[in-house]
């Protein structure tokens, strides 16, 4: 018979303690952006201006427009590179896996201020102006790692028996893809994109080293006005980027969590 084992208290208080240090912050920024009054430490109500006004406001406009081409870009190209990557790499030596898996893994593993200043180094080599061009490039770069390690995972918690009948049964490589592995691993991929659209979403310090003029992202965006002051209008516009990728992360482990419940059927058609 099996006793059920107790947490010690201290772990529960610790958590929480953790829990408050991270999103006390963020509920202070969620709060006053809702604040009729310019004044940070000053509440004097509750109104939507803000948000309203930020839709009349042409840089922000801009911005958000340049934010939304980036991360499109950089999470359709990234997904399929980073898809491809793991279904290579499946193929080969246990050796050459590991070694070139680590290499994918490095732009996760990296601080975001060596990738910004390497490739802001890279563009300035080969003479490559900057601007919105070599801020997809800098996202793509990082993007392919994140797709890259839920494609795998999800390819390596498949295994390969359902491939090998539908062999057994005649299919070739490509059918055997099309309607054996590329089902089996869909929402790792939708789930990896989903992670790599957040990612160039929320960016800021790759995008400001590779980035030029006309070419300024909201998180870019968001720095030079913090330089100015806090206002409630940044609140809020860092409130709208909270939900959205708070919203993105969820929906993306919603959609591997799902897929991972799924029963592995498989129909050939062959």
């Known amino acids: 018979m099996h006793t059920k084992r107790k ?3 201290l772990l529960g208080i ?3 303690l953790v829990m408050i240090f991270i999103y006390v912050p963020i509920g202070f920024i969620i709060a006053y952006s809702f604040n009729s009054s310019r004044l940070a430490a000053d509440w004097s109500g509750f109104t939507l201006d803000w948000y309203i006004s930020l839709f009349h406001n042409r840089r922000v406009m801009e911005a958000l427009g340049n934010t939304l081409t980036v991360a499109i870009a950089a999470t359709v190209v990234s997904t399929l590179l980073g898809t491809l990557a793991a279904l290579s790499i499946r193929k080969v030596g246990r050796k050459t896996k590991a070694g070139m898996g680590g290499l994918l ?3 996760i593993i ?3 201020i060596i990738m910004g200043l390497s490739l802001l180094v890279l563009f300035t080599q080969f003479h490559i102006p900057l601007g919105k061009l070599t801020i997809i490039i800098a996202h793509i770069t990082f993007c392919i790692s994140y797709v890259y390690v839920i494609v795998s995972t999800r390819l390596a918690g498949m295994g390969g028996q359902l491939e090998e009948a539908a062999q057994d049964l005649g299919a070739n490589a490509w059918q055997t893809f099309r309607h054996v592995t590329l089902p089996q691993i869909t929402p790792g991929i939708i789930s990896g994109a989903l992670i790599a659209f957040t990612m ?4 800021f310090m790759v995008s400001f080293f590779v980035s030029g003029p006309s070419s300024t992202t909201l998180p870019i965006y968001i720095y030079g006005q913090v330089k100015r002051g806090i206002s409630p209008e940044i609140n809020a516009l860092c409130t709208l980027l909270i939900l959205v ?3 993105l992360i969820f ?3 919603f959609v591997l969590n799902r897929g991972k419940g799924q029963k592995k059927q498989s129909v050939l058609p062959f």
């Open 251 to 253: 929906l993306a482990q």
């Open 110 to 112: 990296i601080p975001d």
């Open 245 to 247: 990728s708070v919203t």
């Open 7 to 9: 947490n010690h208290p």
């Open 14 to 16: 610790h958590s929480l």
């Open 105 to 107: 893994y490095l732009p």
């Open 200 to 203: 160039s979403l929320d960016d």
